[in-house]
């Protein structure tokens, strides 16, 4: 099976992919460009958004420069919370309803560009909270029209929020992850400076550089397009659209990257290639799992990261026990590719060979685990725990880590494989540690 054989099209099966990009606009100084940018955009008045980190750094007083250089008027916004929540999202959205903003501006990690998207579209739109969520928990209306401006500059190599439509929160009163999932919340532009990253800890470059990882690996072996029914009405074809033609180059140029980046980047902060690297990937990668979705790592993140009770990573905020996106995201990932590789082997096989593994001689049948072992070489040499186990769970978590992936539908639909909850009590089961 040929890489190009997976889009088989069948009798009811889908036959049309869309490609819905933000503007992007990259490289060292381009955050010195945003009051320009804004201008064209027509925004006289913007919201900032932003966290109380992001605030103090010297990159966050070129934006505001270029701001007041450019003329425009503006309000910073520094409440957004590392993980946001249903709370923190109406927060946020009450301080964009009262302040009248014809824009946007969002600096920072995915919270601060989530929290933005989120603001923005209570704000322009006003709704009970769960009507945009995603089923089954929200309603998942459509969003009505177009929401304002919003230009989206990320500080980290990881989370591609910049390039996506989508906004993840936790739903505090189910104590689980879901999100916001529209083309109307893509930011209308992403300004990408990569020398923002130059002073991120190393944990942090190796935690959002897995997230990057896995968001190219998911799209690339995501079910691909033509497997979903032909939509009734165009406007039905779901944000997620699975693998196409078009994420496939973002994610495999991502991968190679990854490959050839990732471990310099978090050895060694000076090495800026590195670091440029990783966040080039970051943005490819966010633009192909914008238009085709993740799977199985990130559906069973969600309550990895949000069960989490006594872990404390290096390089975070310590006052609350997290689970980084990324770390939650790649403990479940080797026992996961394990598990998809039999449904497009090929799409495995090319993966570890994209990370820098030796494919010589290894037969569709081992794919999966080649690129496990290549994932696990990876985590090792960067510091990451070791599976689920490595985060502070054991056997007796799996029932409460299986019932938060469980609910999440529509990554769980976009994965190769069909999984049920008995799949993906396995899943864990197999991740709780690996070496
Ligand atoms: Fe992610």
Redesign the pocket.
Known sequence: MACCHYYEFTESGEEIFSVDATAIKFGAGALGEVGKDARVLGITRAAVFTDRTVRQLEHFQTLIDSLRAAGIEFEVYDRVKVEPTDESFKLASEFAREGNFDGYISMGG?SVIDTCKAANLYATWPADFLAYVNAPLGEALPVPGPVKPHIACPTTS???SECTGIAVFDLLELKTKTGIASRELKPTRAVIDPTCTYTLPANVVAASGF?VL??ALESYTALPYTARNRPEHPHLRPISQGANPFSDIGSCEALRLAGLFLERAVADAGDHEARDGMMFAATLAGIA?GNAG?HLP?GM?YSVSGLIRDFYPTGYPDDEPICP??MS?IVNAPAVFRFTSSACPQRHLKGAELLGADIAGVTEAEAGELLAQKLMALMRSTGMPNGVGGVGYDEKDIPGLVSGAYAQKRLLNNAPKHVDQQSLADLYHNALSYW
């Open positions: 995915g990881g989370t591609g997230d896995s968001h799992f993740v990130h993140s996106h990324g995201v």
